[in-house]
């Protein structure tokens, strides 16, 4: 008799957990407290040793110590201020159920559902040299006009783009650079 496995991807498993935690962000109006406590958790989990100290295979540490250990470095890396205890419960939860390892994800999707209720796009404007202030302002009242929401937005620099700039913004591209020209040159004499 054959037997069936269900393989749940780090990813939904991790989405109601950060559903979980948005709804408690929200409904506390902590937000923004809750996105930089969870992005300093993620830190934690990822880093290879604490794996190793919060994984299911430490029988040494039990699930509410490893919660009192994240939370600890979450107070020390935040020069100890408080951490709420809605937050705590949250990693109590995700300590208990061996969860802790999906923090970056929930992290991930967080800030995605904290981004779509705040009306928030984030954009990215990759330039072959750094971009001015003025030149950020303008770009981000221009994202702004165009799609009605508040724009975050984040600048890189990528030399191989020859000159112009690409902006990105969800699933649009506007490729304004040398390189997406030629590129586009190059695709009209091939064919």
Same mark, same amino acid.
């Given at each position: 008799?054959?037997?069936?496995?269900?393989?749940?991807?780090? *990813?939904?498993?991790?989405?109601?957990?950060?559903?979980?935690?948005?709804?408690?962000?929200?409904?506390?109006?902590?937000?923004?407290? $809750?996105?930089?406590?969870?992005?300093? @958790?993620?830190? %934690?989990?990822?880093? #290879? *040793?604490?794996?190793?100290?919060?994984?299911? $295979?430490?029988?040494?540490?039990?699930?509410?110590?490893?919660?009192?250990?994240?939370?600890?470095?979450?107070?020390?890396?935040?020069?100890?201020?408080?951490?709420?205890?809605? !937050? %705590?419960?949250?990693? =109590?939860?995700?300590?208990?159920?061996?969860?802790?390892?999906?923090? #970056?994800?929930? @992290?991930?999707? !967080?800030? /995605?559902?904290?981004?779509?209720?705040?009306?928030?796009? /984030?954009?990215?404007?990759?330039?072959?040299?750094? %971009?001015?202030?003025?030149?950020? &302002? =303008?770009?981000? &009242?221009?994202?702004?006009?165009?799609? &009605?929401?508040?724009? %975050?937005?984040?600048?890189?620099?990528?030399?191989?783009?020859?000159?112009?700039?690409?902006?990105?913004?969800?699933?649009?591209?506007?490729?304004?650079?040398?390189?997406?020209?030629?590129? &586009?040159?190059?695709?009209?004499?091939?064919?």
């Amino acid at each position: 008799m054959a037997e069936t496995t269900t393989v749940i991807r780090p *990813a939904a498993a991790a989405r109601p957990y950060a559903r979980a935690a948005f709804e408690d962000a929200q409904t506390a109006q902590a937000l923004p407290l $809750w996105s930089e406590l969870l992005m300093v @958790a993620a830190v %934690v989990a990822t880093d #290879p *040793a604490m794996r190793r100290l919060l994984g299911p $295979w430490n029988p040494q540490l039990r699930g509410p110590q490893k919660a009192d250990l994240v939370t600890g470095l979450c107070r020390d890396i935040r020069a100890g201020e408080e951490v709420p205890e809605a !937050f %705590v419960t949250f990693l =109590r939860l995700l300590a208990e159920n061996n969860r802790l390892h999906l923090l #970056p994800g929930i @992290a991930v999707l !967080f800030e /995605r559902l904290r981004t779509e209720a705040e009306s928030v796009l /984030r954009a990215e404007l990759i330039s072959t040299t750094v %971009v001015t202030e003025a030149q950020r &302002k =303008r770009v981000t &009242k221009a994202l702004k006009a165009k799609f &009605k929401r508040k724009i %975050v937005l984040d600048c890189k620099t990528d030399e191989s783009l020859i000159a112009g700039a690409v902006i990105r913004v969800g699933d649009l591209v506007i490729d304004g650079s040398a390189r997406g020209r030629l590129d &586009k040159l190059a695709t009209a004499l091939s064919q």
